[in-house]
């Protein structure tokens, strides 16, 4: 073992050493005439670098593996058995170069996974008692407060309890822009403090903040395989023992030990069992450079498939910002209500009851009165009892359920409210009407361009499903220019309409805000969850838009699209270069040491090629500005 690792840490000297000894080798038999000098610095050389290789081709027998270096070690055997000792060090020399351009080059395709772990932060200054004490990062708890200044990273998830500064938070979404936070907001780990100050009470520490569940998904995606990798793996396993056997049949009928020990060189599959990871790495990594949580290669197929994207309303093709901006009253007591509207929703963290409880505290509504009692039906609204009072409120399929009717004037004034695109929310008390609220809310930016973006890329059918009215659903889907519309639908429906779509024979990818869809994200063939980290949307989504933006989805949508692109490009890459090598075994132009050198080149190109996935761009994303991660300094 302690041996293994020797020459693991000293591949690369031996690699040097080997290269050395060949061009003395080379200049002993060239320059010296020193034929002798020659085969034995050769000889030397092919022992000092076959030893790595031969060392991990037992490794892999242990573990019933045939591997590439099973394939070399053997080769040089024989080729020691036929004294071609200039065929052997040439062979293991490239074999072993290769391999360290494979790392090298590789460690490029890593760099946004590099750039995150480099975010993150390391100490803490934890305030005490008797002020503040500087702390390993590992030691801070829940509960704790935590001071961080201006050039500083947040060291925790949680809540700012004083102080106020502006936060790039590059790190969580890709967008290095600035956002002021103050006394309530929330913050997270690896944000950095662009200007300011602030004391955070600390939610969640270690390894449960966002941002140590970014780097651990994106890094566990690089390791989920795709189906081609997959694939390959399989094809691997018999591949290698059926080169075995050919070169044993080619020297039975042959009789030719050279051309056998050939096949073995030339049957290296280097090129084709790293063609599909490399791209995948490659990919996975310009996501997460960019704020998109792609989480892994199998993901990256299915998305590259999807042909209908299906949306959520409030909180996905809207900013979720609602505010009320109309409130009918229908009693002579409207303060009173409204204080116990808000109190009512103040259980739920639905976008229009949390509107309705700012509009209450903008007003300075009444006091808050004591809830006996609540239930939530998804969909609907809330039943509550207050005192003797039963209070619902809700859309109007719960006032429908509670056998409640608005009189002509609240359903001229409802209708009204929805013809200009508006949410509304009904309050009754024992039957009858005393509120309706008007909610308004806006479109996220850049939803229309972006739609038409995926439009262009591939995606046929556009639908949005929606809990809120027809009228305001349809006055949202004619703006967008939406494909479908399906209004007043309760959680499952949404999902049997999902399940209804895939049953079609769509390939359907569903996005929402991560918390409330969470089934129809849960059900549809790629979850999209549009969220700034909550733990469900990082937990239940297939792809992760930390932005929370449109534009990024475009991105994501070409990304997996040109990921599944290059990754067939580099199995074709690996194909013809079997092809080729074979074609001059047949015809004698291809020896030993050049097959190695057209195989290692051959893999070389494909890593190559799928760096070029690093910084790909749609053609969207060239009208739009640039926002990357960049690795935070304190």
């Known amino acids: 073992m302690k041996f293994q690792l020797f020459l693991t840490k000293h591949t690369n000297q031996i690699t040097l050493v080997t290269g050395i000894l060949i061009v003395l080798g080379m200049l002993s038999k060239y320059l010296l005439q020193f034929t002798l000098g020659y085969q034995v610095i050769l000889a030397v050389a092919s022992i000092i670098a076959v030893i790595p290789i031969a060392v991990r081709a037992w490794s892999a027998l242990r573990n019933k593996v045939f591997s590439i270096e099973l394939l070399v070690s053997i080769a040089v055997i024989g080729a020691f058995i036929i004294g071609e000792f200039n065929e052997s060090a040439i062979v293991t020399f490239l074999f072993l170069f290769g391999s360290y351009l494979e790392n090298k080059t590789l460690q490029k395709t890593r760099t946004a996974i590099k750039g995150l772990t480099d975010m993150s932060p390391t100490t803490a200054t934890l305030v005490t008692d008797d002020g503040t004490e500087e702390v390993d990062v590992d030691d801070v708890d829940e509960g704790d407060v935590v001071l961080v200044k201006t050039g500083s990273q947040v060291p925790v998830d949680g809540i700012v309890v004083e102080g106020n500064g502006y936060l790039n938070e590059a790190s969580i979404t890709g967008e290095a822009r600035q956002i002021n936070k103050q006394l309530k907001d929330s913050v997270y780990s690896g944000t950095m403090v662009e200007n300011g100050y602030l004391k955070i009470k600390a939610t969640q520490v270690g390894d449960?903040?966002?941002?140590?569940?970014?780097?651990e998904l994106v890094e566990e995606a690089q390791d989920t395989?795709?189906?081609?990798?997959?694939?390959?793996?399989?094809?691997?396993?018999?591949?290698?023992?059926?080169?075995?056997?050919?070169?044993?049949?080619?020297?039975?009928?042959?009789r030719d030990f050279r051309l056998a020990i050939t096949v073995l060189v030339l049957g290296c599959p280097g090129a084709l069992v790293i063609g599909a990871p490399v791209s995948n790495v490659a990919g996975i990594g310009n996501g997460a450079k960019r704020g998109i949580l792609i989480k892994g290669g199998e993901v990256v197929d299915t998305f590259a498939k999807v042909d209908t994207l299906v949306f959520d309303k409030t909180g996905t093709l809207t900013e979720g910002n609602t505010a009320v901006t109309t409130m009918?009253?229908?009693?002579?007591?409207?303060?009173?209500?409204?204080?116990?509207?808000?109190?009512?929703?103040?259980?739920s963290d639905h976008p229009l009851g949390q509107a309705i409880v700012s509009y209450a505290d903008q007003q300075s509504a009444g006091g808050a009165p004591v809830l006996d009692d609540t239930e939530t039906v998804k969909g609907q609204g809330i039943c509550a009892q207050v005192g003797k009072q039963e209070v619902v409120i809700g859309n109007q399929k719960m006032l429908t359920a509670h056998n409640i009717k608005l009189n002509p004037t609240q359903l001229k004034d409802l209708n009204d409210l929805q013809a200009v695109g508006q949410s509304t929310v009904i309050m009754a008390v024992d039957g009858q009407v005393q509120l309706i609220f008007g909610i308004a809310d806006t479109i996220r930016p850049g939803v229309k361009d972006s739609l038409a973006a995926l439009k262009a890329q591939g995606i046929k059918k556009l639908i949005m499903l929606t809990g809120d009215n027809e009228l305001t659903a349809q006055a949202v889907a004619n703006e967008l220019n939406l494909d479908e519309v399906h209004a007043n639908l309760l959680p499952e429906e949404k999902v049997e309409y999902v399940k209804k779509l895939k049953a079609a024979g769509n390939t359907v990818a569903f996005i929402g805000d991560g918390i409330n869809d969470s089934p129809s994200i849960a059900n549809a063939d790629i979850g999209i969850a549009m969220g700034s980290g909550t733990d469900v949307a990082i937990d239940t989504s297939d792809v992760v838009l930390m932005q929370s933006s449109f534009p990024a989805l475009v991105h994501a949508h070409g990304l997996a699209k040109k990921t599944v692109s290059n990754t067939r490009e580099n199995i074709f890459i690996a194909i013809a270069t079997v092809a080729f090598l074979l074609i001059g075994l047949i015809f004698g132009y291809i020896y030993m040491a050049s097959g190695m050198f057209v195989h290692e080149a051959s893999i070389l190109a494909v890593i190559f090629n799928a760096m070029r996935l690093i910084n790909f761009q749609t053609r969207f994303d060239k009208h739009q500005p640039t926002k990357t991660i960049q690795a935070a300094t304190a």
């Open 208 to 215: 449960d903040t966002t941002f140590a569940k970014i780097i």
């Open 328 to 347: 009918h009253t229908y009693t002579n007591n409207a303060d009173n209500q409204l204080a116990i509207a808000a109190a009512i929703e103040g259980v």
């Open 225 to 254: 395989k795709s189906k081609a990798e997959k694939f390959i793996d399989r094809f691997a396993q018999y591949y290698t023992p059926a080169v075995l056997v050919l070169a044993v049949l080619v020297f039975a009928f042959s």
